[in-house]
């Protein structure tokens, strides 16, 4: 044992990670659960690397047709077959006739709902502690909200990989997204669409969403995750909102060493998140959904999942040119707080507007989901029609199925 | 031809219980030692550990000979299985993550009153 701690120390000293691991944290933010969110998305994201490498091993992305059983969590009991992608098979492997691939899939769904909740709350949280306030703050928050903004597109990639209805309707819904633009004669849904060569899901484009979701977004996000993380860890977490200077000064002067205070508080974080992770993997497991045939439009009552289905409540209940703005609207918005609210402390009574307009921004996110969940909105799905025919200028534009290029 | 997987042991609804039975009075035990000496709260956990690490080998076993089983796959019963025990399996990963989770948390809390800190 004596051996071993000499080891450990040996290893602190040589690494020069003492100076790492003793750095001060202040012991309010040890303390405060306002504070753990972030960590828990960053907890997230590094078990989502890990399940998706498993994950990228053994799927196969492709359109080609395969007879695949039914979803055994759909409540099917006959031995009947259907048609399915390739890319829906594959999965379809992984998850029922591979031993633990069910598990391992779980945890990264799972894995991928809480980094989008705790992004969520963490983003809520530090809009409601006004830590752009600080100095270096703002420039962490914009990076907060572009990884927000990255978190909310991988977790669409990610639905769209296995070729289900409901993944068939996110890529529907996203390419809308970008079509957008064209209202305003900037030919974004058609630089989109040139870029993947069609408006519809072929080989390429799939292949390219899988590209984009095990390649591109993760490296963005990593890179982004490591300078959010040095500023951190150099210029320090936000400071408690408390009015008092005496006392707020006196509490951001309290610390602990990170190791071994922190470190034990992270490291239970993990295990209880893993832990959490793996009971709602065994408790309510989440099922493969129905598989789409290319070519097949995307029925009346398939639904995204809660983190878009908001979005999806206000496309189809007000009118498109406001509700499919709107997650542009709040991205734009969240980029400018830190523009806005420059005056006063961070107590919460000094910036009560701030906080009331962060609630406004739960508000319209938690009401739409809610809502979503709990009365079936009858306007008939018809996502790559949704939006209304952009004006003239926003030519070249495609309006109906069809390939692009070669 | 359509061949009949069986599982020879436990089932997996049994397995669940005695799973479920271990991590909470696990749970409650080293909570309860918590409060004491932190000490033996790790010692506790670490058998209740050691039983669920048992129970957890013995359930992949099962999922392992029942993937690996001739004619696997073929009706929609046999998937059903492999599910429920996988289910089982990561119930009782959870668990064995969630004693763990308690003596690192309960660890911090020891540290606090100890009052260790920069000053």
């Given at each position: 044992m004596r051996a071993l701690v000499r080891l450990w120390e040996l290893i602190l000293e040589r690494f020069h990670l003492k100076e790492f691991l003793e750095h001060p944290v202040p012991r309010y933010?040890?303390?405060?659960?306002?504070y753990w969110l972030g960590d828990v998305a960053a907890m997230s994201f590094f078990i989502l690397a890990i399940t998706g490498f498993a994950l990228a091993l053994l799927y196969t992305p492709g359109l080609s047709l395969t007879k695949t059983p039914p979803d055994p969590l759909l409540g099917h009991l006959g031995n009947e077959v259907y048609d399915a992608t390739q890319s829906y098979s594959s999965v379809y492997k992984i998850t029922y006739l591979t031993p633990l691939g069910f598990i391992l899939r779980q945890i990264h769904l799972w894995s991928a709902y809480m980094m989008i909740f705790a992004t969520l709350t963490h983003f809520f949280a530090k809009f409601i502690l006004g830590s752009y306030k600080r100095r270096g703050g703002g420039a962490l928050w914009l990076?907060?909200?572009?990884?927000?903004?990255?978190t909310i597109n991988q977790a669409v990639l990610g639905y769209i990989l296995p070729l289900h209805l409901d993944g068939i309707l996110a890529i529907q819904i996203g390419l809308n997204l970008?079509?957008?633009?064209?209202?305003?004669?900037?030919p974004v849904g058609q630089?989109?669409?040139?870029?993947?060569?069609?408006?519809f899901v072929t080989d390429q484009v799939i292949k390219m969403i899988y590209v984009l979701h095990i390649l591109v977004v993760p490296a963005i996000i990593?890179?982004?995750l490591g300078l959010k993380i040095n500023g951190i860890l150099y210029g320090g977490v936000s400071p408690p909102p408390i009015k008092d200077e005496e006392l707020r000064r006196r509490a951001m002067e309290e610390k602990e060493p990170f190791y071994p205070h922190r470190f034990a508080l992270t490291v239970g974080q993990l295990l209880l998140q893993l832990s959490v992770?793996?009971?709602?993997?065994?408790?309510t497991p989440l099922p493969l959904l129905e598989p789409w045939v290319p070519g097949q439009q995307v029925p009346a009552g398939v639904r995204p999942p809660w983190p878009v289905m908001w979005y999806y409540t206000y496309v189809k209940m007000i009118d498109p040119f406001i509700s499919v703005g709107l997650p542009i609207f709040l991205v734009l918005f969240a980029l400018v707080v830190p523009l806005l609210d420059r005056r006063g402390g961070v107590s919460i009574e000094e910036r009560w507007i701030w906080v009331a307009i962060a609630i406004v921004y739960i508000a319209?996110?938690?009401?739409?989901?809610?809502?979503?969940?709990?009365?079936?909105i009858p306007k008939e799905i018809t996502p790559l029609t949704r939006i209304s025919v952009p004006p003239d200028y926003a030519v070249p534009y495609i309006g109906t199925p069809q390939a692009v290029g070669p | 031809m359509m061949l009949a997987v069986e599982v020879q042991g436990l089932s997996a609804t049994a397995l669940a219980y005695v799973a479920a039975a271990v991590a909470v009075i696990g749970a409650i035990s080293v909570y309860g030692l918590l409060q004491v000496d932190r000490r033996w709260a790790s010692y506790t956990a670490l058998l209740f550990e050691a039983v669920l690490v048992a129970l957890f080998a013995y359930t992949v076993n099962i999922i392992y000979a029942l993937y690996s089983a001739p004619g696997f796959g073929s009706t929609i019963k046999d998937i059903e299985l492999g599910v429920e025990y996988q289910r089982v399996a990561a119930g009782m990963l959870s668990a064995m993550l969630f004693l763990a989770a308690l003596v690192s948390i309960g660890y911090y809390m020891e540290l606090q009153k100890r009052g260790e800190g920069h000053e």
């Open positions: 933010s040890n303390l405060n659960p306002l990076l907060g909200v572009f990884l927000g903004f990255l970008f079509r957008y633009f064209d209202y305003f004669g900037i630089l989109v669409l040139s870029v993947l060569g069609s408006l990593l890179v982004l992770i793996l009971l709602l993997a065994a408790m319209i996110i938690g009401y739409g989901t809610v809502l979503g969940f709990l009365v079936d | -």
